[in-house]
């Protein structure tokens, strides 16, 4: 399979995704996870699939596809006679929702997959486009489609999964626009932040390779800090590794030593602010402000029109953990996109249920586990 020509086919679709990526398909079977691709053409009944590392298959041309999805396979209970597996297509399958035959078509090609690979689950979690703007304001504006493509999600089996892997929803920034008017979206104090960090001394550059172990280690410092679980280095360096065509950080520095950074990536036309590091050293010039400026010109420089700020809250109140991050993203004049997160079908129910009433127990087990390697790496109490 042609690497770039799959990213050159989805990038001719409706959303398509970092996480749709041949590269985020590389870093995926580097950790136990098998590839694949399933390709809809029009005027054909089953979607053709293509196997990830299989050189010598051609993919067709994009003015030919209608839908696409990367589907990640990973095999469970290998040494038991019960040979299964779970299946997961990222921020996928890619298509224009708004076709109900199309959608309905693809749905229900994706479940008679699920179903021949003896599949517990497949788990699809696309961007389809519930609303933008805080759900319940006055600017909110729904998709009238949405409730039709909810309906047809249930009808055909699909129900709203109870381990959702990425944020159900983000906040976006239009970066098609010059600096004056990146900051004039700000809201005041935001404004303020921003320029005070530069006032005080803050510099911003970007990264290179020689800068990752020490990216890593200020990432391990603030998960710490801020009590969510990393996993080790080698992971990211992977990633960091992969993704080196389509991803910088850019660090934020004091007289030359590193304060804070951020990781970000871009793909057809969006840029992503993935990973956020910063350290408890020089914290009231604010330096992750600044950051975010600049992300947003390095954004544009890299032919962006939109940066995804990574995440908002399920609920849009205090009560919610993300509450502060949000109030600090919204703060850079972004909007937020509400989708209705990841959705789950099930060619054998029992297996599912057992399965995830299992599952929380284990990932609560290595998260704690994970939490405290990396708190004695970094040797922070």
Known sequence: MNLAQWNHIISCLP?????????????????????????WLAGEGSPREYIFNDTNEELPTEQSVVAAALILKK??????????????????????WHDQDLRRRVL??????????????????????????????EDEQIDPAAPAILADLASLGYHPSEDQIQFRNTVLLDVNAGDDDLLARMKQKTRYNVRLGSKKGLTVRVGTPADRSALYRMYAETSVRDGFVIRDEAYYQTVWGIFTNNAEPLIAEVEGEPVAAVYLFHFAGTAYYIYGMSRDLHRDKMPNYLLQFEAMRWAREKGCAV?????APDVFDESDSMWGVFRFKEGLGGRVRNTPGAWDIAPNPWLYQLYTRVMPAVLGFLRSRGKARVKEQTQLG
């Open 307 to 311: 940066y995804d700020l990574w995440g």
């Open 15 to 39: 959303a398509p995704h970092l996480l749709q990526s041949a590269e985020w398909a590389e870093v995926k079977s580097r950790y136990g996870w098998q590839p694949a691709v399933l390709v």
């Open 75 to 96: 095999s469970i209970a290998r040494r038991l006679p019960l040979k299964t597996c779970v299946l997961y297509s990222p921020k996928g399958p890619l298509l224009d």
């Open 108 to 137: 229900c090609d994706l479940a008679g997959y699920a179903q021949r690979h003896g599949a517990i689950f497949l788990k699809l979690d696309p961007d389809i486009i519930l609303s933008h703007g805080i759900p319940g304001a």
